[in-house]
C-alpha cells in the first residue's frame, strides 16, 4: 500500500526557509513522477513543482527561483527547500505521486495526474 507522509511545515515570517519532507513508502515503481502541491484557503490547489524518475523538474512560476524540489531515493523521501518565503506561499502543502510500471515514453506520460497523496502540511507565512 503506497503511503505518503508530509513534515516540515510551520510558521515562519516573510523572507524565511522551510523544507518540507515526504516520506514515501509501499512501492517498487520504476517511473514516477513526484509533486509537491498547495491550496490557500479559498483557493484552488495548484502545482507548486514535481520531478520525475528522470530527474526533469518543473517550477510554477510564483516559485521559480525560490524553491526546489529535490529526493533522496536511499532514504525514500521527496523534498521541497522553501526560500525567501512570501505571504502568499501560505497554504496546506501535499505531496503527491504518479507511479507506473511503463517506462516513461509515448506510452506513460509522467506528471498529468496523481494516484496518491498525502495528508498536508500547513506552512504560514507572516508579512
Known amino acids: 500500500q503506497v503511503h505518503l507522509a508530509e513534515s516540515g511545515g510551520g510558521s515562519v515570517q516573510s523572507g524565511g526557509s522551510l523544507r518540507l519532507s515526504c516520506a514515501t513508502s509501499?512501492?517498487?515503481?520504476?517511473?514516477?513522477?513526484m509533486a509537491w502541491f498547495r491550496q490557500a484557503p479559498g483557493k484552488e490547489r495548484e502545482e507548486v513543482a514535481h520531478?520525475?524518475?528522470?530527474?526533469?523538474?518543473n517550477y510554477a512560476d510564483s516559485v521559480k527561483g525560490r524553491f526546489t524540489i529535490s529526493q533522496d531515493n536511499a532514504k525514500n523521501t521527496l523534498y521541497l527547500q522553501m526560500n525567501t518565503l512570501k505571504p502568499e506561499d501560505t497554504a496546506m502543502y501535499y505531496c503527491?505521486?504518479?507511479?507506473?510500471?511503463?517506462?516513461?515514453?509515448?506510452?506513460?506520460?509522467?506528471?498529468?495526474?496523481?494516484?496518491?497523496w498525502g495528508r498536508g502540511t500547513q506552512v504560514t507565512v507572516s508579512s
Open positions: 503527491a505521486a504518479d507511479l507506473s510500471d511503463t517506462p516513461i515514453g509515448p506510452y506513460y506520460i509522467p506528471c498529468e495526474a496523481y494516484n496518491y
Open positions: 509501499g512501492y517498487t515503481y520504476s517511473s514516477y513522477c
Open positions: 520531478i520525475d524518475s528522470d530527474g526533469n523538474t
